[in-house]
């Protein structure tokens, strides 16, 4: 085996212990968390007082951030914030512990004061009474939203990373977990009542990227602007989850294989008879593209039921904000056959075109860029402070970009919605080789046991749609 050979696998390794290490963190944080969603204030008789005196302010501003010293002036905070520092130390030493050899003189994760934070906000129980018709004389509480970056590391490898949620503080718990109980039934009668009137359906707007059912959807709009209607306050700090029963498309993260890259209806090289935008809509069409048409539309999704994780109305979440909540009926998401139509027309016809203005080489483990004299001045612009000592993944971000850059600048039109781009994700080591006339890069990766890299994957985008230079030798 070649010295690069067992770089390879080291470098590889090394990246999957690291993305072992935060799903870990992750994992276990969750379940952590998930323990203290709510907090009885009754438990702290001496805090009561103070608790009232702290709702009451609240109710005079958006919110209240505490970080460090400042969460420790309430003993009900002190001991979250104690409690997740033991725990976080805790799994500091179990980690270090199990790679005992690669962690000598450090720990392999890292934290600050400043790195937690509070975000205390009044639960307005009265606006959730006029909705939910519920006795709240006596019940006052706050959403607390916690947020807590660390560091985590695994030999010269470093990333960083947050944990984010929600803790309810109140004074009766009992009849808290009734409202929120009450407050999912009635917000799934309530989306519900929405979309009936809609048989069901929603036709897209503004985001016709058929892969993407969350986020920037056309569901959530129409239930906020139902929600402010109400004049009720919604926050949704994060991405709600909406469950999809259709999975169609090439997703930006998904792994590519050899059955769905270039070499699976174009071969290796490059021969421009073979690759004609014609080819490779019919094969993206057969391979990715398999929609269910209703009318003149597409159906990109069909929403079955959601995770409300931070989503919270008048700052009350739901309860168990993890568990999926399932709709009284699906809702379909449809996009206009023709706009979708005309915008996988003008991905194709861009991805050829980069194919053709780079004469790109395709082959089962590398890619050949041609560049034009001026291209490759300016390519080399951007490696002129790599060393073996600087050859973290930012390069190979740089010389993508570049790549990209290139292209855009001489080639793509400027109708374009979204620019060509990769996913950033990548967790590699690179080696530079510079010649006079090329540029030789040699990306360290490893397949997991299901011969997929990982997220490894140099992915671009294009009006929504995505492919990938790179596939799964396995797959």
Known sequence: MSDDESNDIDNGNDIEILNNINARIKNYFQGWWETKATIDINKYPDQVG???????????????????AAIRQWRFLDQLYTAFEAEFDNLNHEIKNEYSNYYINAMPLSLASNDISFTLQNINFDNLAKLFLFNNDN???????????????????QQHDELNGLVVICN????????????????LL??????????????????YDFNYANG???????????????????QN???LSWNNKIRAGFNFNRPLYKSGSVLAWAGERYDPEKLTVEKFLEFYKQEYFKLNINGDYYIKASVSSFVPRTFTIENLPFNYI?????????IKVLIPKDILDEKLNKFTETTMRLWQYYQLETYNDKLVFKLTEDDFSNLLKVTSDFSLENNSSATFYRIFDEIFRLFDAKVVSKDRTTVLRYNRNLMSKVNLIKEKKSLLLKLFWKQDKDGVYARNQVNFMYYHFTYSFFYSRQG
């Open 190 to 207: 309530f989306v519900d009542d929405i979309f009936k009137k809609q048989n069901y359906e929603i036709v897209g707007t503004g985001n």
């Open 139 to 157: 019940i006052v509480g706050i959403k607390l939203s916690f947020n807590i970056r660390y560091e985590f590391k695994f030999k010269d490898l």
């Open 322 to 330: 993890y568990s999926s909540k399932e709709l009284v009926a699906p």
């Open 172 to 187: 009766d718990l009992e009849v808290l977990s009734g409202i929120q109980n009450n407050l999912e039934k009635q917000f």
């Open 216 to 234: 920037y959807n056309s569901i959530l709009p129409v239930i906020t602007k139902a929600l402010e209607e109400k004049e009720l306050l919604y």
């Open 237 to 239: 700090q994060f991405v």
């Open 50 to 68: 103070k608790f009232k005196e702290l709702v009451a302010n609240l109710k005079t501003k958006d919110s209240q951030v505490l970080t460090g």
